[in-house]
């Protein structure tokens, strides 16, 4: 397909002037609170605009941005190589784990790890990048600097995953079952309490505008060299997790480049249930997707499919 860079402003699809009561019809079957932002180069329409939105692993595709800027800013290469150490290790999903397996290190490189981090959601891919640039700290440096607000990543997936079961992240944890044990041990009333705390803090949030005002400075060039938007999509159109959330709700005809994010549920409550990104077709039209599913009651298959509906409203896929 044509790099985004090149594509022509008069080419863009048009939205369906029922759209927003689609999305409100979709929203009032989600069994929560549904945020949605849907740009093309002359149209936006969101739903709960300004509202936040837990991020979760969604946060992993900014630290990815990041990490480009790095890159662009000649302070690292792609094929910069680093040593990672068990100590490294987060939680969750960990396409790193299984690479280390049983040795005490591996090498790694940029590329690596941001292949890791947006196709599979490694979490030990993506805090590690964080560190190595300094801290989570300058990623949330990178979208101030582009003038991203009503967005904010503040802390590593193995600082922010512990705070949720009500812990704090020790360096112990990056053995599953000493987590999982220490997990155990926390009482129902603290969970609780940590549980609420998370549904309600600004941290690792953002809003449906301040994504959707991120993606379009990625797909405009406006974010990262050109070398490195290209390369980032190329890796975003890889991705692998989410397939019957946007991807499910997308034509043949486009093709789409995503990040997804998803909390714990506590009982039967999932605070967040995400799938960003946006779709391009070859005549050189692209939209961008958001959507943030918040505090829904539904089961799994159920909170995917409400993501797939915004997709096949907007694309007119049945």
Known sequence: MTPLLLLPILLQPTLGKDLPSRLKAIEAKAQGR???????????????QNDR?????????????AA????????????????????????GAQTLLEKLGKKKSITVTVADCIEY?????????????????????????????HAIDGMSVDRQERDLQTNIDGLTWRSEFVDPAKLDAAVAKVP?????????AYQRDPRDTTTPAAMGKLLEKLVTGKLLSPSSTNYLIGVMERTVTGTDRL??????????????????????????TNDVGFVRNAKGEWIILVGLLRDSTLKPAGRDDVLRQVAAAVLGKK
């Open 34 to 48: 549904l945020g949605v932002a849907v740009i093309t180069p002359k149209e936006s329409i969101y739903l709960h």
């Open 53 to 65: 939105f837990s991020l979760q692993s969604v946060m992993k595709l900014m630290v990815s941005m």
């Open 68 to 91: 480009l800027d790095q890159v662009d800013k000649g302070k690292w290469k792609l094929d910069q190589k680093f040593t990672f150490t068990r100590a490294d290790l987060s939680l």
């Open 117 to 145: 981090t947006v196709t599979e959601s490694c979490s030990a891919s993506g805090d590690f990048l964080a560190r190595k640039m300094g801290g989570i700290k300058k990623v949330n440096e990178f979208l101030r600097k």
């Open 188 to 196: 129902a009333a603290k969970r609780d309490a940590a549980y609420k």
């Open 247 to 272: 991807k499910a709700g997308v034509p043949k005809s486009w093709k789409l480049a995503h990040k997804t994010g998803t909390s714990s549920t506590h009982k039967g409550v999932a605070c967040a």
